[in-house]
């Protein structure tokens, strides 16, 4: 399992250049490195808007906001100025029994923004690092409350939560599982809600119920916490049936099980909202947050946790012995104030919410195309199925799968000028997730490549 590499073809190099340095000592991540013999690693060297240009000075389409973060866009110098005044005045210090102006006042606006009564922040350096504390968190809180037993988490088919040893039993990806276990023990996985490849007929509420199932086939008493995606990103871009999060948050009460919101994406317009739990109308006992929190000018995650799950912790001796160096980075916080201004200032969550239409219709026109199965999403975070088969809605085994996304349409992608995903942790998808800031003439650059792109991979195949 890795990310399908961006290749382009090797030019001559010199000892020492870039290239050269990259293919010597850079690891980078999720990548089939040995994809970089004989091709060259893609150097991204600055960005603007919804652009970002390598270093041969070609232009992309920045159509995956990097890695589904960068949602204020590219090349905003107020959130670089916010942070070096901050860096000025005080550089660092730790949200280790101190505090300092930025954390506090994030903690208060974050706060301010969260629905219903989520109050508490807990800052971290990242989405694993949000995800693996929510549910350190989780079990923390059962066991003070005498239910020391319930350590189990129960999560999606396909779901990606992270990638440390407990966030990852979370993860519902077996090809990123099997080659670490033993992992932290009590992730349990229960059906997605991507309908698309259920039966007909099928109750809408099905995956839901799964849930109750599981919790009660566990044992309740043994169960921790649910957590699930406002919209399931890998699998790419799985919604929610109506009703679906009201049904879950019913069980979750009826067997005394927490739920984790897990919007490592789905918050901070994303989906047009703060939160992707306010679009859908259902109240998390926590969020995970990160990513578009600061659209990535620096990093920076967030456990956000309600009235209730602090209570306990606040009496006392009480502590949550859990805490990572860099959590509530003054840098880090200054640059997500700084972001948050902005996409209050240019009403960016109501941009996405008329816009979202407009970029949806768009990617449904590609419907008409052979290969086209389903188009999904929510926002600006949408996906495009691909299928062998429209009429059976026949997936691509293994070995087509590879052929199409990595020998053809993520390089082809690439070279027209786009960058999206994609991906093949479960059926074949190219994902798409634009900076918010994206509009027409972007939704249409998108379009008029998609379609030459998938034209050209269906003659192919
Ligand atoms: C829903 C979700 N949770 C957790 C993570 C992990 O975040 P990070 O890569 O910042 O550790 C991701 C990353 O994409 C994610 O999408």
């Known amino acids: ?39 060259d690693v893609p150097v991204i060297t600055r960005g603007e808007g919804c652009y970002v240009w390598d270093d041969q000075g070609n232009r992309y ?83 003070m409350r005498g239910d020391g037993q319930r350590h189990k988490v129960i999560a999606r088919e396909i779901a990606y939560h992270g990638t440390t040893l407990g966030a990852l039993s979370a993860t519902g990806i077996t090809a990123l599982r099997s080659v670490f276990e033993p992992l932290a023990p009590g992730g349990c996985h229960v059906p997605n809600t991507n309908e ?7 109750d809408a509420l099905w995956a839901a119920d799964a849930i109750e199932e599981r919790i009660v086939f566990e044992g309740p008493e043994t169960v921790s916490a649910v957590i699930l995606e406002p919209v399931q990103n890998a699998g790419g871009c799985f919604t929610p049936q109506d009703g679906y999060f009201q049904r879950v ?11 984790i919101s897990d919007e490592v994406i789905c918050s901070w317009g994303r989906l047009g909202y703060w939160f992707g739990c306010e679009r859908y109308g259902y109240q998390p006992d926590l969020i ?32 949550f012995a859990h805490g990572f160096t860099f959590g509530g980075h003054p840098v880090s916080a200054a640059a ?27 990617l449904e026109g590609l419907r008409e195309l052979d290969i086209v199965g389903d188009v999904r999403g929510a926002g600006f975070f949408q996906a495009i199925e691909l299928v062998k088969d429209k009429e059976t809605r026949e997936s691509f085994d293994d070995e087509e799968s590879e ?59």
């Open 249 to 259: 948050r019913e069980i979750c009460d009826r067997y005394g099980v927490l739920l």
């Open 61 to 143: 389409l920045d159509g995956l906001s990097a890695l589904f973060c960068v949602n204020s866009g590219h090349g905003r110098t107020e959130i670089g100025e916010a942070m070096s005044a901050q860096a000025a005045e005080l550089g660092f210090f730790t949200n280790w029994s101190y505090a300092h102006p930025r954390a506090i006042e994030l903690a208060a606006r974050i706060a301010s923004y969260a629905p219903g009564d989520l109050n508490r922040v807990f800052f971290t350096s990242g989405g694993s690092e949000a995800v693996e504390s929510a549910m350190k968190l989780c079990r923390n809180w059962h066991r």
């Open 196 to 202: 698309y490849h259920w039966p007909e007929g099928r």
């Open 1 to 39: 399992m890795a990310t399908t590499p961006q290749t382009v073809p090797a030019a001559p190099k010199a000892e020492g250049d870039l290239q050269d340095l990259a293919k010597r000592h850079l690891w980078m991540h999720f990548t089939r490195m040995g994809a970089y013999k004989d091709a």
């Open 336 to 362: 997500a104030m700084a972001n948050l201004d902005i996409l209050e200032r240019e009403g960016i969550n109501g941009h996405v919410r008329t816009k979202e239409g407009e970029f949806r219709s768009m």
């Open 288 to 319: 995970t947050t990160a990513k578009g929190l600061t659209s990535a000018y620096a990093p920076m995650g967030a456990v956000i946790a309600s009235d209730r799950i602090a209570e306990p912790f606040l009496e006392g001796t009480a502590s």
């Open 403 to 461: 052929r199409l996304l990595r020998g053809f349409l993520s390089g082809e992608l690439y070279r027209s000028g786009l960058i999206c995903r994609a991906d093949d942790r479960g059926d074949p998808v190219i994902q798409l997730s634009p900076p918010l800031v994206a509009d027409t003439e972007q939704f249409e650059e998108i379009d008029g490549i998609l379609r030459s792109v998938l034209t050209e991979a269906w003659k192919r195949l």
